[in-house]
């Protein structure tokens, strides 16, 4: 079992950044692809980008170029760094985890077996 805490969300002007950090339970966590979702208002989830446990990290297609997901496994934390913000990415972000050492890409949230409760990022035009 782990538990995922989100941080960093706020309002920021469009064209500004964020920075996103999920803070995990557990002595495993090196062993977990974390990713990031996200979900505006009247949307459905959204996949936003991942970051495997061996390190390889893949984007979605609406943040390719501005967001980027890191993971300091000494602090077992994943970051995820926002740049060049849009009013369209204002949504509720997401973290989630699933313990895995398959080479597959999980990119739906179903895959994923644990949540944290988000983090609120609002961006204004």
């Known amino acids: 079992q782990v538990q995922l805490v989100e941080s960093g969300g706020g309002l920021v002007q469009a064209g500004g950044s964020l920075r996103l950090s999920c803070a995990a339970s557990?002595?495993?966590?090196?062993?977990?692809?974390m990713a990031w979702f996200r979900q505006g208002p009247g949307k459905e989830r959204e996949f936003v980008a991942v970051i495997m446990w061996n390190g390889r990290t893949y984007d979605g297609d609406s943040v390719k170029g501005r967001f980027t997901i890191s993971r300091d496994n000494a602090k077992n934390t994943v970051y995820l760094q926002m740049n060049s913000l849009k009013p369209e990415d204002t949504a509720r972000y997401y973290c989630?985890?699933?313990?895995?050492?398959?080479?597959?890409?999980?990119?739906?949230?179903?895959?994923?077996?644990?949540w944290g409760q988000g983090t609120q990022v609002t961006v204004s035009s």
């Open positions: 989630a985890a699933l313990l895995s050492n398959s080479w597959y890409v999980p990119r739906t949230d179903d895959e994923y077996a644990y």
């Open positions: 557990g002595r495993t966590f090196s062993s977990y692809t």
